[in-house]
């Protein structure tokens, strides 16, 4: 069956380092892969996009990778600040089906 | 546009009652989704829309759960005789698509059921 892993450990880091979130997926091909930012009690955020053609996307200290060949997407965040402080949820897209189906979510705490 | 918008925020229900969510997606958007999500877990699909077509609907959910998009706009959930295993998150998001071009999700922020 389709599965999605992230990190089910909450990830705590020091203020100003990269922060680096993992996403594995198994029985996928996704055409597409999404990242979200969700804080507690509030729907999640959308971040980034990347397609199955893009190595790499970045937008501002956001930077998402997508290896296809190792089913992975990696999702880094530079010079963290406490304010980036959540849960992110990767999200691919399977072929075929326009609804992305979501991993349980990392925790990111960034220490002051 | 003040984006996707869920009502209620928050409902507290007796088990065996039945109850009803609504979601006004952002107008220009085709698409429409509900998903729901529990203490600790990322959000799971239940049904999507292209305009007021269904296309799609969750194997895991049961024939007390149907929704709605009349006239593609807003769309409804609604369940019926409420377990409280249905206590969740019920969260609506809506999308645009240019074609072959996908622009993400834009989700509400809602609405949290209390089945009692």
């Known amino acids: 069956s389709q599965k999605i892993e992230q990190n089910s450990e909450a990830l705590n880091i020091q203020e100003g380092k990269t922060a680096t979130l993992t996403c594995n997926y198994t029985n996928y091909s996704p055409a597409y892969l999404q990242w979200y930012r969700q804080d507690p009690g509030r729907g999640p955020v959308f971040l980034l996009l990347i397609r199955e053609n893009e190595k790499e996307k970045r937008k501002e200290r956001l930077k998402v990778t997508f290896d296809t060949t190792l089913k992975q997407s990696l999702f880094h965040i530079t010079a963290s600040q406490p304010a980036d402080s959540a849960t992110y949820l990767c999200a691919p897209r399977p072929s075929g089906t326009y609804k992305y189906i979501f991993g349980t979510g990392t925790r990111l705490k960034v220490l002051a | 546009d003040t984006g996707v918008s869920q009502n209620p925020r928050h409902k507290i229900t007796k088990r065996g009652q039945n109850v009803t969510f609504r979601c006004d997606p952002i107008s220009e958007h085709n698409r429409l989704y509900w998903y729901r999500q529990t203490l600790g877990q990322g959000p799971e699909f239940l049904t999507y829309?292209?305009?007021?077509?269904?296309?799609?609907k969750s194997r895991l959910l049961s024939d007390r759960f149907s929704a709605e998009r009349p006239k593609g706009s807003f769309s409804t959930l609604e369940i019926q005789r409420t377990e409280q295993g249905d206590s969740a998150m019920y969260l609506c998001a809506s999308s645009s698509m240019d074609g072959s071009e996908d622009y993400g999700y834009t989700f509400g922020s809602g609405t949290r059921l209390t089945v009692v």
């Open positions: 829309f292209q305009n007021e077509a269904q296309l799609e």
